[in-house]
């Protein structure tokens, strides 16, 4: 270990690395972790964290920011404002989506998207790319160029109107990304199912906004994570299925990787911690519970537990997709009678997605911080081409750190949070464990509720191909879509 002097030292923590909680010191230089042990010199400012946990920044790795959706409304955030917001919750990387819509250039919608988030973020962020327009230019011009720029991810949808790819587009683009190294997401629930059932629904007169869990069942999601799951495999390409709700989809899950398949699967803080109850409420109110896939009920919530502490959940991300209440762009668009199929769906999740699953994780046993690191910094990071880098406390990463209050106490309220939105769903929970500062690279963000760094710290990332994305099992057809032939066959002379 090396003795010269460091920029910052921080002393006295349990600091929660690969090989679990030590006691020790980290010291920092030049931005990054340059040692872990004890009584490292420090020339620099030296950071007391005794009392407290020392923890790699969460990495979140899916959510919504200055973004228009499908509908045509805008998130109500910013990069300044999101990224501020979640680093009051302990969040120190964000990989939100460049969304291409149908006809639009992948190219210039990315450098529209830089241009957005440059020098606003406070926080590094990435972008996955979103593909609804499978042409040859964006699979075979604007797709390679971008992965190889460091954008290395590709979300597509199965579901919407405006956004989803029908089998053979979906095809197309899984087996562009799998040629070019990238990681596919994938937003699973059957279109038709959902599409007919809502059309029943409105025509027997049931609009009211409860009627979202009816509308969008566990079926239509088990139905569609098991097609994702056939359509990776015939392509033999790994997936990332998004935002998984119910404990069908959690069984589709179990059975594809028991299969031996590469998937992995996220899940989201209101799927652990709210039920399907909570839109039994006026409109105004129940819209605030409004997600896609929606709330489900408590067997599917102890399913989600399950999986996320078992490995069958890889990651855990916020989805956060934050928007007014009122007006074109609000969740209520046509007014307190708005019908569940045209409410905005989506729920702020950036800042209190850490605090509400340590305290519900950590807290009640259900998770291990070691658990608790792994699926909220560690495997996002490492699934999408930042492993070593961020998410995880170890000479040579980035120095994204967070002081973690394990006792620290709060009551939710919209006064008591940083995005502005004004509303939470999560108003009235307690949590207990929170962060009181966060660090990016060295840089202190924020401190006992104080901000300290200025817009435009955060750097866009280039993410390398992950390895997870390497195929290492043969197509289940024999053909490899890639190379275009048959794997008994020998390379072509």
């Known amino acids: 270990m090396s003795m010269q002097s460091f920029d910052t030292v921080v002393r006295g923590g349990r600091v929660v690395t690969p ?37 790699p920044g969460g990495v979140d790795a899916h959510c919504h920011i200055d973004q228009m959706v499908s509908s045509g409304a805008r998130t109500a955030d910013d990069f300044a404002s999101a990224s501020l917001a979640a680093a009051f919750g302990g969040t120190t990387t964000l990989i939100p989506f460049a969304a291409q819509h149908r006809g639009q250039s992948l190219r210039k919608v990315v450098d529209d998207y830089k241009a957005r988030a440059e020098g606003k973020s406070v926080l590094d962020y990435g972008f996955h790319l979103i593909v609804t327009d499978a042409s040859e230019q964006t699979l075979d011009i604007d797709l390679p ?12 949808y199965l579901t919407y109107d405006a956004l989803r790819l029908d089998d053979r587009a979906a095809l197309d683009v899984l087996a562009a990304v799998r040629r070019e190294g990238a990681m596919p997401l994938i937003h699973a629930e059957s279109h038709d199912m959902i599409a007919w059932f809502t059309e029943k629904l409105l025509s027997a007169g049931y609009s009211e906004i409860r ?57 989201c803080p209101q799927y652990l911690v709210l039920t399907r109850q909570a839109l039994e409420r006026p409109s105004f109110e129940a819209a605030k519970f409004c997600c896609s896939p929606p709330l489900r009920d408590k067997a599917s919530q102890d399913a989600l537990w399950s999986g996320l502490a078992d490995g069958t959940l890889s990651i855990l991300s916020s989805d956060h997709s934050a928007f007014v209440m009122e007006g074109p762009d609000g969740k209520l668009r046509d007014g ?4 569940f199929n045209r409410v905005q769906y989506g729920m702020p999740g950036l800042e209190l997605r850490l605090p509400l699953i340590f305290s519900e994780g950590v807290g009640t046993g259900r998770l291990s911080i070691e658990r608790f690191v792994e699926v909220t910094a560690t495997e996002p990071a490492r699934l999408y081409g930042l492993e070593g880098r961020k ?3 170890a000479p040579g990463a980035d120095a994204d750190l967070v002081l973690w209050d394990p006792n620290k106490q709060l009551k939710i309220h919209p006064e008591t949070l940083h995005d502005g939105l004004g509303w939470t769903p999560y108003e009235g929970r307690e949590v207990t464990g929170l962060p009181v500062l966060t660090m990016v690279r060295g840089t202190v963000i924020c401190r006992e509720g104080e901000r300290l760094a200025p817009d435009g710290h955060g750097r866009l990332l280039a993410r390398a191909r992950p390895e997870a994305c390497t195929v290492t099992t043969p197509p289940a057809t024999g053909f490899d879509v890639v190379s275009g032939r048959f794997v008994c066959e020998a390379p072509a002379s």
């Open 391 to 393: 998410g995880v406390i």
């Open 336 to 339: 307190a009678d708005t019908a």
């Open 19 to 55: 090989q679990g909680v030590v006691e020790t010191e980290v010291g920092i230089r030049d931005g990054r972790i340059a040692a872990l042990g004890l009584a490292l010199p420090s020339a620099g400012d030296v950071i007391d964290a005794r009392g407290l946990l020392v923890l």
């Open 145 to 156: 160029s971008l992965v190889g720029e460091g954008f290395t991810s590709v979300k597509i």
């Open 211 to 267: 009627h979202l869990a009816d509308a969008r069942p566990m079926l239509a999601e088990r139905d569609a994570v098991h097609h994702a799951v056939s359509l990776a495999e015939l392509v033999n390409v790994p997936i990332v299925l998004v935002h998984m709700s119910s404990a069908e989809a959690v069984e589709q899950v179990r059975w594809a990787r028991k299969r031996g398949f590469p998937i992995h699967a996220e899940t």
